[in-house]
């Protein structure tokens, strides 16, 4: 609810690290606003809400499956970074050996 409301100009955003990002959403709501501008050039109002989970399944569904596959992710580059040092390892070790042949 807090950020509904800085968005909507309610309250301040006191952060310096969100103030960018911050920023960077009134902007993309400005520019929304002005691409729905009606014929006679009045301005769409943009406006945010705070939509609970329970009254928006579909996006609910859609966060915890971008969380899913990020953790999915992770766990890969994880695994992948782990084989490749036993890789490496495995290959110095065997070209040791050929070197004693």
Same mark, same amino acid.
């Given at each position: 609810?807090? @950020? ?5 100009? =309610? ?50 569904? @859609? ?13 890969? =580059? ?7 040092? =036993? ?10 050996? =050929?070197?004693?042949?």
């Amino acid at each position: 609810n807090l @950020l509904v409301k800085q968005m909507n100009g =309610e309250y301040a955003v006191k952060s310096k690290g969100l103030k960018p990002y911050f920023e960077e959403c009134r902007g993309i709501a400005s520019r929304l606003a002005t691409m729905g501008a009606s014929s006679d050039g009045t301005e769409m109002d943009v406006r945010f809400s705070h939509v609970y989970r329970e009254n928006n399944k579909v996006a609910d569904a @859609l966060a915890n499956q971008a969380m899913d596959e990020r953790r999915s992710w992770t766990t890969v =580059e994880e695994s992948s970074s782990e084989s490749s040092s =036993e890789s490496s390892s495995e290959s110095s070790s065997l070209n040791g050996a =050929e070197e004693d042949i």
